[in-house]
């Protein structure tokens, strides 16, 4: 079974995060798959797309019980940055729908995204400094943006949990709703962006992004120097260990 599923109709896309049974974290399989869906996306005819998550989170981040892959660690990395790439450079606005736990790379897939809408019950934290990590998905280049340079480190540095409330209160998502609510109020908003022109949707992503994301690139470029140093050192190989055998 994919561990991402893909629908289209009338004129919006629906991408859902689909390992319910690890709370959507993130493996390879996963990247390759979500990388497909939104090449997908782009090329459906969507005017607007949705990203979700099966089951009881929007993604927990990195499944801490599976090994680091063996192989290049450099390619890996750049794998998971392309959807961050992906999801700014789509041509249509992606709306991120998020329930339950979006952690580290989940709370940075959502970063990606054009607006974030979260459940009131929604868990978002950055826990990879208290793991001995980096952060990859240009959060060091999009929390800031939306939440401001102190309340940023405050979020990387301490890693505590915000609730979805809490996260409408400093800026970290556009509105937090009753979890019951989540994917009507999503597809609402989907809705309403694809009986926009296309054309006109796509330009204005474009001309926002287009002066945020000057330096994008390098953050993305210095997070994968960070991550391949915190990565083998005998902190990250300890900690992560000891979540393993407590997990």
């Given at each position: 079974?994919?561990?991402?599923?893909?629908?289209?109709?009338?004129g919006?896309?629906?991408?859902?995060?689909?390992?319910?049974?690890?709370?959507?974290?993130?493996?390879?399989?996963?990247?390759?798959?979500?990388?497909?869906?939104?090449?997908?996306?782009?090329?459906?005819?969507?005017?607007?797309?949705?990203?979700?998550?099966?089951?009881?989170a929007?993604?927990?981040?990195?499944?801490?019980?599976?090994?680091?892959?063996?192989?290049?660690?450099?390619?890996?990395?750049?794998?998971?940055?392309?959807?961050?790439?992906?999801?700014?450079?789509?041509?249509?606005?992606?709306?991120?729908?998020?329930?339950?736990?979006?952690?580290?790379?989940?709370?940075?897939?959502?970063?990606?995204?054009?607006?974030?809408?979260?459940?009131?019950?929604?868990?978002?934290?950055?826990?990879?400094?208290?793991?001995?990590?980096?952060?990859?998905?240009?959060?060091?280049?999009?929390?800031?943006?939306l939440?401001?340079?102190?309340?940023?480190?405050e979020?990387?540095?301490?890693?505590?949990?915000?609730?979805?409330?809490?996260?409408?209160?400093?800026?970290?998502?556009?509105?937090?709703?009753?979890?019951?609510?989540?994917?009507?109020?999503?597809?609402?908003?989907?809705?309403k962006?694809?009986?926009?022109p296309?054309?006109?949707?796509?330009?204005?992503?474009?001309?926002?992004?287009?002066?945020?994301?000057?330096?994008?690139?390098?953050?993305?470029?210095?997070?994968?120097?960070?991550?391949?140093?915190?990565?083998?050192?005998?902190?990250?190989?300890?900690?992560?260990?000891?979540?393993?055998?407590?997990?």
């Open positions: 079974m994919s561990t991402v599923e893909f629908a289209y109709d009338d919006v896309a629906l991408i859902w995060l689909n390992r319910p049974e690890r709370l959507n974290a993130v493996v390879p399989a996963l990247v390759d798959d979500l990388l497909e869906a939104l090449e997908a996306a782009a090329n459906s005819g969507a005017r607007a797309v949705v990203l979700a998550g099966r089951g009881r929007f993604c927990a981040g990195h499944d801490l019980k599976e090994p680091i892959p063996d192989g290049d660690s450099r390619a890996r990395l750049d794998r998971l940055q392309d959807v961050t790439r992906r999801l700014r450079t789509l041509p249509q606005p992606v709306i991120a729908a998020v329930h339950g736990y979006a952690i580290g790379a989940g709370a940075e897939f959502a970063l990606g995204c054009d607006l974030i809408l979260a459940a009131e019950d929604a868990v978002f934290a950055f826990p990879e400094v208290s793991l001995g990590l980096s952060v990859t998905g240009a959060a060091s280049r999009l929390l800031p943006m939440v401001g340079p102190l309340k940023a480190k979020l990387l540095l301490l890693g505590e949990r915000v609730d979805g409330k809490a996260a409408h209160g400093i800026g970290l998502v556009n509105a937090a709703v009753p979890a019951d609510e989540l994917m009507d109020r999503a597809i609402a908003w989907a809705t962006i694809a009986g926009h296309a054309e006109a949707a796509t330009m204005a992503k474009r001309a926002l992004d287009s002066g945020l994301d000057g330096t994008l690139e390098g953050a993305l470029e210095l997070e994968v120097s960070h991550a391949l140093i915190t990565e083998h050192s005998a902190a990250v190989k300890a900690s992560t260990e000891a979540f393993r055998s407590r997990a």
